[in-house]
């Protein structure tokens, strides 16, 4: 037997080191060729580190959260064979450090391998004994599902990394018979436990960005009220003509058409700044990073020339993106390289947000919520589809006039949608 030791490889970009985000093995597991071993972030996303080899896993060289320079030693795997150390040189190399309970999983924003090694079945047993002051591993919708059931999550096994409980074990302990107490007593029940969650992986990169954004850039926001009864008016006859055929259109690829007709006429907008070369880079290409809500934390996957795309090109490719980001594949090179972000909160947008600049890039543009409100209009009082746009721009590269007609330009493209598409 020998021992094969896989160092944190060089990931590119010279990146000197990287964070390690979690664990997919622990010591004594059984490894083979090709399953992810560990995850760790760089400062643009998630890169999944796989096993070449076969064998058992002898060591861990890190801790989640720990931050490793490349070429240092990752993890020691026994093999069949020599492996790639010497015995003598082996205890001095590699650092054994126990398998993390409590980190949470992270799931890899990069296009990844499949885990060799599938996920073990549900657990037969009924139930498992935790102390009464033992947090079990839960993701808030586990939790919130067991307390509309009136599960106990203590009691409840979890087969998933480290021991986390999943919806599927708490149908498999229904299953098994196990009565919950009442929903009514489980949600007035007294509670006294706390969670402590370790900030890594993607949350400390999302908090280091927008600290950082906040700090350098100085931000200020416009808000603009735009009635958008005739763009919406347009979006449903356009989905009820070609909708089977083309696909269904949502608002966000006329606000992205918008955008792009607007930037025309204002460069300075589409643009990155290098605040340490004292660069301001201007774009033709409008790449519209359009951010999205995923289930370790906010991503912004880019809509690369959306100058070349029609309205259905667009749609398809937010909803492309939009898929891979929540399902933790979208790439490096999706995830990098806008000139100005979209947002958007929905239905939850409310009236008005400030949202924060995506460095190098010098302007967000906010979607809020429409709502129906009487407005006057020659006169009449009549129902109007109204939204807001909440915006925020950096005043060293974007005077306050500039944002305030960039914004209206978009106001005057969506009230009148046939000019979208007057060239």
């Not at 033992?134 to 409840?156: C, F, M, N, T, Y």
Request: hydrophobic share 45%; net charge negative; proline share 6%.
């Amino acid at each position: 037997m020998g021992t094969h030791v896989i160092k944190m490889p060089d990931i590119g970009e010279g990146i000197a080191e990287v964070e390690l985000s979690v664990w997919h093995v622990k010591v004594g597991d059984m490894v083979v060729e090709d399953q992810v071993l560990a995850d760790v972030m760089t400062d643009k996303a998630m890169v999944d580190i796989p096993s070449p080899v076969n064998g058992k896993v002898i060591a861990l060289g890190g801790v989640p959260g720990e931050v490793m320079a490349v070429g240092s030693i990752l993890i020691s795997i026994e093999v069949e064979g020599a492996g790639n150390v010497k015995e003598s040189a082996q205890p001095a190399a590699v650092k054994e450090t126990p398998a993390p309970v409590a980190a949470p999983k992270i799931e890899a924003v990069v296009e990844s391998k499949p885990v060799a090694a599938p996920r073990p079945a549900v657990c037969q047993g009924p139930m498992v004994a935790r102390e009464a002051d033992e947090r079990p591993l839960a993701s808030p919708a586990v939790r919130k599902h067991a307390l509309d059931l009136g599960i106990q999550l203590r009691l409840v096994r979890g087969t998933g990394p480290a021991g986390r409980v999943l919806h599927e074990d708490l149908d498999a302990y229904l299953a098994q018979g196990q009565q919950p107490q009442s929903t009514a007593a489980a949600a007035y029940a007294e509670r006294n436990d706390e969670e402590q969650i370790p900030v890594i992986g993607m949350r400390r990169k999302i908090a280091q960005r927008m600290q950082d954004a906040t700090r350098r850039a100085a931000h200020f926001s416009y808000v603009e009220e735009i009635d958008v009864t005739a763009v919406e008016e347009l979006r449903a006859h356009l989905n009820e003509k070609h909708g089977a055929t083309r696909g269904k259109l949502t608002l966000l690829p006329f606000l992205v058409r918008a955008m792009v007709v607007a930037l025309r006429d204002f460069p300075q907008i589409n643009a990155r700044y290098d605040d340490e070369a004292q660069v301001i880079t201007r774009l033709g290409a409008v790449h519209v990073g359009v951010a999205t809500q995923s289930d370790i934390g906010l991503m912004v996957p880019v809509v690369r020339h959306a100058e070349a795309r029609s309205l259905w090109d667009s749609a398809a490719e937010i909803s492309r993106l939009a898929t891979a980001a929540r399902n933790g594949k979208a790439s490096r090179d999706e995830l990098s390289g806008s000139t100005i972000t979209l947002t958007s909160l929905g239905a939850l947008g409310g009236i008005v947000s400030t949202p924060v600049l995506n460095l190098p890039e010098v302007a967000i543009v906010g979607v809020n919520k429409i709502v129906e409100r009487p407005m006057v209009i020659k006169g009449q009082i009549v129902v109007r589809k109204m939204m807001n746009l909440s915006s925020s721009f950096d005043h060293r590269v974007v005077d306050g006039m500039d944002a305030a007609q960039f914004i209206q330009a978009i106001r005057g493209l969506l009230e009148q949608p046939a000019t979208l598409f007057v060239e």
